[in-house]
């Protein structure tokens, strides 16, 4: 059988969206990333960069919260945090909610690519190929500079694989992300992340 949805996910630096992009050419299928968001924000019926915002500040949110019912919401004003967000879409619930719908909503059209957002976490069933991406630390340093210079969004080696480690938990209760949870991992280090695509493709296929 030809699996209908390949979900990809990776460290940053690891190179996953490029493989994902070659695998997704390869197999004539749909590529998805940041329309996971803004069908997310279709379902809630907000703006976009509003729930994009609250996904990219959720450590900052998951801190707020703890003293949400000590405070009756009146400190959220004083930071300038819209109400609508914290009694509503910013609770991790309900974006995780929609986020999981939009996924299980794309996935469901078949013959697409999923990079990022927990898709291997959020899908299940034998049509779904699990992949993960990974390259040593000092390869995926140096990316990540590389694409900073490029306009991209900077930030540490730590601080990305920190937000990978909190979204993974706080989304879909995984305290150690392992091998085991994928069908699939590949390392970059050495190899191009495209050159990994036949490997994927012929893994979609068995």
Same mark, same amino acid.
């Given at each position: ?69 000590? !405070?009756?919401? #009146?400190?959220?004003?004083? +930071? &300038?945090?819209?109400?609508?967000? =914290?009694?509503?879409? @910013?609770?991790? $619930? ?21 990079? !990022?957002?927990? #898709?291997?976490?959020?899908? +299940? &069933?034998?049509?779904?190929?699990? =992949?993960?991406?990974? @390259?040593?630390? $000092? ?43 994928? $069908? ?23």
């Amino acid at each position: 059988m030809t699996r209908s949805v390949i979900c990809v996910s990776h460290q940053a630096g690891a190179g996953g969206r490029e493989l994902a992009t070659a695998v997704a050419e390869s197999l004539g299928y749909r590529y998805v990333d940041e329309e996971v968001m803004a069908h997310a924000a279709e379902i809630e019926r907000v703006p976009v960069e509003e729930l994009v915002d609250v996904e990219r500040r959720k450590s900052f949110f998951s801190r707020l919260m703890i003293d949400f019912g000590r !405070s009756g919401g #009146a400190m959220y004003g004083a +930071v &300038g945090v819209p109400a609508e967000l =914290v009694t509503g879409l @910013a609770t991790p $619930d309900r974006l995780r909610g929609a986020s999981r719908a939009a996924i299980e909503d794309i996935a469901s059209t078949g013959r697409v690519v999923i990079v !990022s957002h927990a #898709a291997s976490h959020a899908l +299940v &069933g034998d049509h779904v190929l699990r =992949v993960l991406v990974v @390259a040593p630390d $000092d390869v995926r340093t140096a990316r990540i500079e590389d694409a900073a210079d490029e306009g991209h969004p900077a930030g540490s080696l730590a601080e990305h694989d920190a937000g990978r480690r909190d979204y993974l938990k706080r989304f879909y209760g995984i305290s150690h992300e392992s091998p085991e949870q994928y $069908d699939l991992v590949v390392n970059t280090g050495r190899i191009a992340p495209a050159a990994f695509a036949p490997i994927v493709v012929d893994a979609a296929q068995l």
